[in-house]
């Protein structure tokens, strides 16, 4: 509880409005700066996420270091109480600054330096010190403008604050993000912030404050506001360099969805790249092989009917439709952009063949899990052609449940397969997909195939391995009423890098290196991560 007499401390304020006014526009004050603080912490959040990956530690890093910073900013602001105005509006001009930024400076790190970790922790710290020096502060104005009690100026401070806090947390996903992006978004909101402070200071409590802190308070928002809105106006540009950084100077299309960032480099189907949330989708010197290793293994037996999951970019149906006793294929994808450009984009459509625009072909947009709960039929073959499980937003679909609706969508004697990551660069998360398939009642049986790994993490305009050495894709073929047999069909296509032989061969690599005792993922005891 703070003592009230050191609150008090400086005496009534001499103030342009009645008391109860007064202590009505601090409490708006707090309102405002609570939304664009919770703003800066998500903003932080996402855009960690999308640069490193792995939501979770990204919001667990961001979360913690904050509120450790915070306290910290309130010890420090024990200081300022005796001139708390002044304190005040310097703190929320260098709040507005920093968070404003944040974003921006965040991803330059990524683009050019190729690392942004610390960067995000440094943020992380700065922004939650400045953020914690508010809370005292504030207490000793507000005490100043109204003398209540301190029970009730504590109460009506965090009341104010978790509604604000609300108020930017809702307005962040819901307004910000879709319609100004998280760079303009951060910009704003910093001015936004920086207004708030400054209006505080400079009108209600003008009169306590000296004529030099005054101008000093003046400039530092005014130019704080100018630097702001130069960069707001010049976020386009900065973007468009920052990518090209990135994705080097071939980038041809580069989308931002409700579901993620799409990226397509290269002049034509024989250089062409695709990226979602900066990690390597498609590369069209190899992708055949990692298609053709995903597709036809499964397709070797009955396959009439045939579900896609994920995929969008229609390179496995484009292997699937190689079979001319294919009835039908349905594909399910999450975002329609990605299937949008899989049927406009020259390179891209020229690249699967424009296989979704086959007639046997049918596109649903809709999350995998829950279309797969409401799903009526069997299917001959299942193909996950998903984001990898060590991404935090993908784990649900490399769950044992998600498998439990899988076996139940398949014919009795249906085949499902998988890209579960390589199974040497990352064992646990291999061989965890492999648990996860037991427990739903499938029964999988690994293979390996050499090459270059899809799902690399961007790093200044190169792909960077994250499998830990290992060029190679690990999948797992899974059988509704037995373990299947590796093989291809023997009336089927002729495939320019896979064989029998082959890929027996890539079964015996695979069954190698089996950890024991690994447990299944679930949705409620997750188990994968990224392996580094």
């Excluded at 009341?159 to 951060?186: I, K, N, R």
């Excluded at 009835?327 to 063949?353: F, W």
């Excluded at 001959?380 to 076996?407: C, H, M, N, R």
């Amino acid at each position: 509880m703070i003592d009230q007499q050191v609150s008090l401390r400086g005496g009534a304020a001499r103030l342009p409005v009645r008391p109860r006014t007064g202590r009505y526009l601090v409490l708006a004050a707090v309102f405002v700066c609570a939304a664009c603080g919770l703003v800066y912490e998500l903003e932080l959040v996402a855009l960690a996420s999308y640069l490193i990956g792995d939501s979770v530690t990204q919001a667990s890093v961001v979360l913690s270091v904050m509120v450790f910073a915070m306290g910290i900013g309130s010890l420090l602001a024990k200081r300022l109480r005796g001139r708390a105005a002044v304190g005040f509006g310097l703190i929320e001009a260098a709040l507005a600054l920093v968070g404003g930024f944040s974003a921006l400076v965040l991803y330059a790190s990524f683009a050019w330096f190729g690392e942004s970790q610390y960067t995000l922790v440094g943020f992380s710290l700065t922004i939650g010190i400045l953020i914690g020096a508010e809370i005292p502060l504030l207490m000793t104005l507000i005490q100043r403008v109204d003398r209540q009690d301190a029970d009730g100026a504590v109460a009506d401070l965090f009341a104010a604050d978790y509604v604000g806090a609300l108020v930017g947390g809702l307005a962040f996903p819901f307004l910000l993000l879709p319609m100004l992006g998280q760079l303009t978004g951060a910009l704003l909101t910093g001015a936004v912030n920086a207004a708030a402070g400054g209006a505080l200071v400079l009108w209600v409590f003008r009169r306590d404050v000296p004529r030099r802190a005054r101008w000093l308070l003046i400039a530092a928002n005014v130019t704080v506001i100018a630097v702001l809105a130069a960069a707001a106006v010049l976020a386009d540009d900065f973007e468009r360099a920052a990518r090209r950084a990135v994705f080097g100077d071939q980038l041809r299309v580069a989308v931002r969805t409700d579901v993620q960032e799409v990226v397509l480099t290269g002049a034509g189907r024989g250089s062409l790249d695709l990226y979602l949330d900066g990690r390597l989708r498609v590369s069209s010197r190899d992708e055949y092989r990692y298609h053709e290793a995903l597709v036809h293994p499964a397709m070797n037996g009955a396959h009439a009917r045939v579900l896609i999951l994920g995929g969008g970019d229609g390179l496995a149906a484009r292997e699937v439709l190689r079979y001319p006793d294919v009835r039908s294929v349905t594909l399910v994808e999450l975002d329609p952009a990605v299937t949008r450009l899989a049927r406009t984009d020259h390179a891209l459509s020229a690249l699967n063949d424009h296989a979704l625009d086959d007639p046997r072909v049918t596109t649903v947009t809709a999350d995998a899990f829950n279309w797969l709960r409401a799903a009526r039929g069997r299917y001959d073959v299942v193909v996950s052609d998903l984001p990898d499980p060590g991404i935090s937003a993908g784990t649900k679909l490399y769950s044992a449940e998600f498998y439990g609706l899988v076996a139940e969508a398949l014919a009795p004697d249906g085949r499902l397969v998988v890209h579960a990551g390589p199974p040497r660069g990352r064992p646990h998360t291999f061989w965890t997909v492999d648990a996860s398939i037991r427990a739903a009642g499938l029964h999988p049986r690994p293979y390996r195939i050499s090459g270059r790994i899809s799902g690399f993490a961007v790093r200044t305009g190169r792909a960077k391995d994250d499998s830990g050495g290992d060029r190679g894709w690990g999948f797992l073929l899974a059988g509704a009423a037995a373990r299947p047999t590796l093989g291809l069909d023997p009336d089927g296509p002729a495939l320019r890098s896979l064989t029998v032989p082959g890929l027996l061969d890539a079964g015996r690599r695979a069954e190698t290196g089996r950890p024991p005792g690994l447990a299944p993922s679930t949705l409620v005891h997750p188990r994968y991560w990224e392996e580094r």
